[in-house]
């Protein structure tokens, strides 16, 4: 009778293990791959990223952080990422890239950009007229931006200001450093590092309240400077861990403003700024945030259409159409 009851109880272990077989609950966790740029739009996804180190996560990571944009691409489009956290404009070039391959999940980073400068005669925008301003690359979203808003104003760039181009954010820094007097357009955290070797600068212009000042009544448009966006093949086969992911991104993103310490501490420890001091002074003025759904298609639509007006091919030629925005 044993016997027998021995191999009743064998027969129904293996049954029940062909069936979680068969229903795919035996099957290994998928590992979701996120790439991120070493910089603001990061500084958000840091505490998931601990989390996940700790075995903390509601799913399995694996996260890689690269220097620039052009790393992130090329993985994107042969699918060795899932999810990227990217410049706006650079998600929006992508997707056409890659015809609608990408989708945007979520707005991570609203505007970081800030004039600094050691003359306090700057007050307004206006203010920059006959001016030389320093800023990095010309024809990247700083550029743009800046021309936006001096038109906004009734300012032309190229007339009414010499603009400085310079190849880093380090590059403007140093030159504000020898010379307070000088004006320089920088991101965050370059804004607080400048501010913190050299107590004669400060802000003088925050563009993201410019930038909300020229917006018509009932326009959404925002600043928009980072977003994540998923592989389409990704997202069609594993919708349930994207939106595990938005889930623990909005929680992550919190965290950095409920325990700013913490956050700073994270971010000195990811070398995305050196001391952890200067990172807890440099975070609120990083605009983290989380936006999705219509809200997030509002703003960044917005945004690039701003975008396009200056040059089609800072988003790819063309705005994408309404499939690039995941509404959940």
């Not at 760039?157 to 310079?166: F, I, N, R, V």
């Not at 639509?301 to 007006?309: A, D, E, R």
Request: charged letters at 20%; hydrophobic letters at 45%.
């Amino acid at each position: 009778m044993r016997k027998v009851t021995a191999v009743a109880l064998s027969f129904a272990m293996l049954g029940a293990l062909l069936t979680g077989c068969g229903s795919g609950k035996a099957e290994e966790k998928v590992t979701v791959k996120v790439g991120a740029l070493k910089g603001a739009t990061t500084l958000g996804l840091l505490p998931l990223e601990d989390k996940a180190a700790n075995g903390e996560a509601g799913e399995n990571y694996e996260f890689s952080m690269m220097t620039a944009a052009d790393e992130l691409l090329p993985m994107m489009i042969k699918g060795e990422l899932d999810i990227a956290l990217l410049p706006s404009n650079v998600a929006s070039i992508l997707y056409q890239k890659t015809n609608g391959g990408v989708t945007v999940i979520d707005i991570n980073t609203l505007g970081v950009l800030y004039m600094v400068s050691g003359d306090s005669s700057v007050t307004g925008v206006e203010d920059l007229a006959g001016r030389t301003i320093y800023l990095t690359g010309k024809g990247t979203t700083p550029d743009y931006v800046l021309h936006y808003i001096l038109s906004g104003n009734g300012m032309d760039a190229d007339s009414d200001c010499t603009l400085e181009y310079k190849s880093e954010a380090t590059e403007v820094a140093a030159l504000l450093a020898e010379n307070p007097d000088a004006i320089g357009l920088l991101p965050q955290p370059f804004v607080t590092a400048a501010i913190a070797q050299n107590d004669s600068l400060s802000v003088v212009l925050d563009l993201t309240k410019v930038w909300d000042s020229l917006q018509e009544d009932g326009s959404n448009s925002r600043l928009v400077t980072g977003v994540s966006i998923v592989n389409n093949e990704f997202l069609a086969a594993h919708k349930d861990l994207v939106d595990t992911f938005l889930t623990e991104h909005e929680a992550s993103i919190a965290y950095t403003a409920a325990d700013p310490e913490g956050a700073a501490a994270l971010i000195e420890k990811a070398g995305i700024v050196a001391k952890a001091a200067i990172a807890q002074k440099a975070l609120p003025a990083c605009n983290i945030t989380y936006l999705d759904g219509q809200d997030m298609k509002d703003a960044l639509n917005g945004y690039l259409s701003v975008l396009l007006s200056q040059n089609p091919q800072s988003v790819g030629g063309s705005l994408p159409e309404d499939d690039f925005y995941y509404l959940r």
